[in-house]
């Protein structure tokens, strides 16, 4: 390939072959990528037949936007596809993710204030301007963990969360960034008094009791989904069962007819945050799907199946 009768060639004949200028090559090389073999009698670079490969190479992996250490460490391998630059791919992949997520959601929110009546324009920017583009949802844990009763276990409070704190889509509509933005607002201003926001349960149940509450409600709240999917209306069954099964086991009582008229009554009066599951929904629910039931519209089914049999 290179005419020179030692099989070498300058740094300029190498980036002519391989389409690019001095200057490239001899960034790669003074970073160490592309060794050169010899000095010419004046000093000059001097490069042999593999350096076009390993150059044509270092091109495809920065058009890749590996960056150079990353580089480095893949030609340091003896085999450029091996796991060094499967774990580079993988990481620019997530970085091109989450960069394209953001993308979006910055490309939702300008619809969003674009489509808005003109007077309405100021509270949405401030709205939307108060979250970050992909959207943590840090905020709304912080708001359960601090609603939830304390020193709850670990694990009972990660599981409530999981299912408490909605995961912004990937490609949101216009109508889910601003849900989104209103659910961000709402957690960002929780009550003023924390005890006050708590249904009477937490304080009776304590710390380890919170635990089996939650666990018997988590289990309530599906089989309710399933009638809700269903389109039935609140009606006794098994899940308004396992529903009053968890109070009963944080009193220590019975489940007997005169406990849930007792506690049809003390539901009734607890604390409500109807806002923040109405919002779960319409951040959940993508553009014409059907809502899926969140924990709080079950919620407010069983009591309804509740309120229907205790006043028979």
């Known amino acids: ?113 674009q489509e808005c009546l003109p007077g309405e324009r100021a509270d949405r920017l401030r709205l939307i301007g108060a979250v970050a583009a992909p959207p943590s949802t840090e905020a709304l844990a912080r708001f359960w963990r601090a609603w939830l009763p304390p020193r709850m276990p670990a694990r009972a409070t990660a599981a409530f969360l999981e299912v408490a704190v909605v995961q912004p889509p990937d490609d949101p509509s216009p109508a889910q960034v601003l849900a989104f933005a209103r659910l961000y607002a709402l957690a960002a201003r929780p009550c003023g008094s924390v005890e006050r926001c708590q249904p009477e349960a937490h304080k009776t149940a304590g710390s380890r009791g919170s635990a089996v509450l939650y666990a018997g409600l988590a289990e309530a709240y599906e089989l309710a ?40 009554g003390q539901l009734a009066s607890d604390p409500r945050i109807d806002r923040y599951w109405e919002l779960v929904a319409e951040v959940a629910t993508p553009p014409g799907g059907r809502p899926e039931p969140t924990p709080g519209v079950a919620h407010d089914w069983l009591l309804e199946a509740l309120d229907a049999q205790t006043a028979a």
């Open 1 to 113: 390939m290179f005419t020179s009768r030692d099989g070498l060639c300058s740094i300029g004949e190498l980036a002519e072959h391989a389409g690019v200028t001095v200057k490239t090559v001899r960034f790669y090389s003074d970073r160490g990528l592309l060794p050169e073999a010899s000095r010419s009698a004046g000093g000059h670079r001097r490069y042999g037949p593999e350096a076009l490969d390993r150059l044509r190479l270092i091109r495809s992996l920065r058009a890749l936007d590996l960056p150079v250490p990353e580089v480095h460490r893949i030609l340091d391998e003896e085999d450029a596809a091996g796991r060094v630059l499967e774990d580079a791919v993988a990481g620019q992949l997530r970085t091109l993710g989450s960069q394209l997520r953001a993308l979006r959601w910055r490309e939702a929110g300008l619809r969003l204030v």
């Open 225 to 264: 989904g399933g009638q809700l999917r269903r389109n039935r209306v609140p009606a006794p069954g098994e899940a308004l069962d396992c529903f009053v099964a968890a109070y009963a086991s944080v009193y220590g009582t019975r489940d007997t007819p005169e406990f849930r008229r007792l506690l049809a």
